[in-house]
């Protein structure tokens, strides 16, 4: 009988109709208990789901899903459940509901849901999959490439990750760890949890996600959030291309933060000069690089740091490393002993919910362009990715987003984000038309959703989550002070641990 259902539940996530083809759990069937050591925590609550593999065959394979539960605080006032996914694509999620329960969601906010986070297929405590690659091969974004050879280079390293993946054993497993497969698995965690609708907060490339569940789920989605708004088309070329975009969109916010503070980190006395800096930090490390890093890795740390203001002293205290040819160990994110399963999931997601050109001179094309538009990281992001050579061609068509269903999105999004730059967010919200609305905020950095950075941001997600209260139009939020400082310890360590989770992509 447990398979039967469970053939049903695939069956439908799969068709996706507007109206559920089967009646969800009375109540939930989940048996929760406790996390992993490395996530557990009082409160939280962790369980597996078993899950097909391959939807269009839901008897066949199973692999199993972690999901995570931090109940509502007061179950007289419980209103459902909210659903989060964290980016990447290959992020773990299961801390991430208590993460943000303690960085300053309201009481309201806790009372009203029971926070769900889940490990995506692939990631980590879900069945996990690995490219068995090098520490080398697990830089996300290509190399700098400062000529038409250093493409044709990192060509030849794209290929060596693809086939590493290729030959992994997980390599039955890789064409089917996708957007569209993750979305027909957060259907089956509603199912489970015994749950007609879910509602959900999604960040980065999270955002995505969302958009592909509202899409192929419209009826069984209730207020729905996206936290830093990829682009419609997900993280494709496109996408890769847009973070240098929004590397020179957001680093004159730092520049600004250095020159005040030039007499303590020495980086430059006006934003000009600390511009320069960077240039010249970035063509000395190419020339001799340092403690392991080179100009590229020098680049590409710098972008990661400037996704929150947070982590702004932590870069200049970098930069004023090298400019006096010091180890500089901050600038890059640290192991986090997950890059296996991360970076595995990245690849399979990335190269296979779209197809991506495979002609080196297409690659060259856009490094040059892209040196020349964005100069700081556009040599990188535009350079070859491995899904130039992944060897399994996507297994369906991509998801497209419309504007037919319900109208229960709200998109929220700096101006200034050097991960999901504004142009993407304004493609997605002309896709969901009157399905959406969108909460523009004059702040640099990624993410909305913190409740230190801008309240009138915060309070505009928080207001609908709690209240349904959505703007009837779209609304444009003014730069505030940063209230960092005011944090408490809990706070900030819970922002210390959401910066670093999201500066890994």
């Avoid at 497969?181 to 999270?206: C, H, P, V, W």
């Avoid at 002993?337 to 595995?344: H, I, L």
């Avoid at 060259?364 to 100069?375: F, H, I, L």
Wanted: aromatic share 8%; proline share 8%; net charge neutral.
């Amino acid at each position: 009988m447990r398979k039967q259902l469970l053939a049903v539940l695939a069956a439908a996530a799969l068709t996706a109709t507007a109206v559920p083809a089967y009646a969800s759990p009375a109540k939930s069937a989940v048996n929760w208990g406790a996390c992993p050591a490395d996530v557990a925590s009082p409160g939280l609550q962790c369980a597996s789901l078993e899950v097909p593999l391959d939807y269009r065959h839901p008897g066949g394979k199973k692999i199993s899903l972690e999901i995570s539960r931090l109940p509502s605080s007061d179950p007289a006032k419980r209103r459902g459940v909210l659903l989060f996914n964290p980016g990447g694509p290959g992020e773990a999620g299961l801390a991430f509901p208590l993460t943000w329960a303690r960085i300053g969601a309201p009481a309201s906010l806790l009372a009203e849901y029971d926070l769900i986070g889940f490990d995506p297929r692939g990631v980590d405590h879900s069945t996990p999959v690995s490219c068995d690659l090098a520490p080398e091969q697990f830089a996300f974004t290509p190399k700098y490439a400062h000529n038409r050879e250093e493409v044709v280079q990192a060509a030849a390293a794209a290929k060596q990750v693809a086939q590493r993946c290729a030959a992994s054993a997980s390599a039955a497993i890789l064409p089917y760890v996708t957007t569209a497969n993750t979305a027909r698995d957060m259907d089956l965690i509603r199912a489970a949890l015994g749950e007609q609708k879910i509602s959900y907060f999604g960040l980065s490339y999270g955002t995505y996600l969302g958009g592909v569940y509202a899409s192929l789920f419209p009826d069984r989605t209730d207020r729905v959030v996206l936290d830093s708004v990829v682009g419609p088309t997900g993280v494709d070329i496109t996408t890769s291309r847009r973070f240098a975009e929004g590397m020179q969109d957001r680093f004159p916010d730092f520049a600004k933060w250095a020159a005040v503070r030039n007499s303590t980190y020495g980086l430059g006395g006006t934003p000009a000069e600390v511009t320069a800096n960077f240039f010249k930090l970035a063509d000395k490390l190419d020339q001799h690089p340092a403690s392991g890093i080179d100009g590229s890795l020098f680049r590409l740390g710098t972008h990661s740091l400037i996704y929150q203001t947070l982590t702004f002293p932590r870069l200049a205290q970098a930069w004023q490393a090298l400019l006096n040819d010091q180890p500089a160990p901050g600038l890059l994110p640290p192991a986090t002993g997950k890059e296996q399963s991360e970076r595995a999931t990245m690849l399979s997601v990335v190269c296979g919910d779209n197809a991506w050109p495979r002609q080196i001179s297409t690659y060259q094309r856009n490094v040059v362009a892209d040196r020349a538009a964005y100069p700081m990281v556009g040599g990188a992001t535009a350079n070859v990715w491995p899904c130039a050579a992944w060897p399994y061609p996507p297994q369906e068509p991509a998801v497209q987003f419309s504007d037919q269903g319900p109208s229960n999105l709200l998109l929220v999004q700096n101006l200034r984000d050097p991960a999901t730059p504004l142009s993407g967010a304004l493609e997605t919200r002309e896709a969901f038309g009157n399905r959406a609305r969108m909460v523009t905020v004059d702040q640099g950095g990624h993410g909305v959703g913190l409740p230190y950075l801008n309240g009138c941001g915060f309070n505009a997600l928080t207001d609908y989550l709690v209240h349904g209260t959505r703007p009837e139009a779209d609304k444009f939020c003014g730069a505030e002070a940063n209230a960092a400082r005011s944090l408490t310890p809990q706070q900030q360590q819970a922002a210390s641990e959401i910066a670093e989770q999201l500066r890994q992509y």
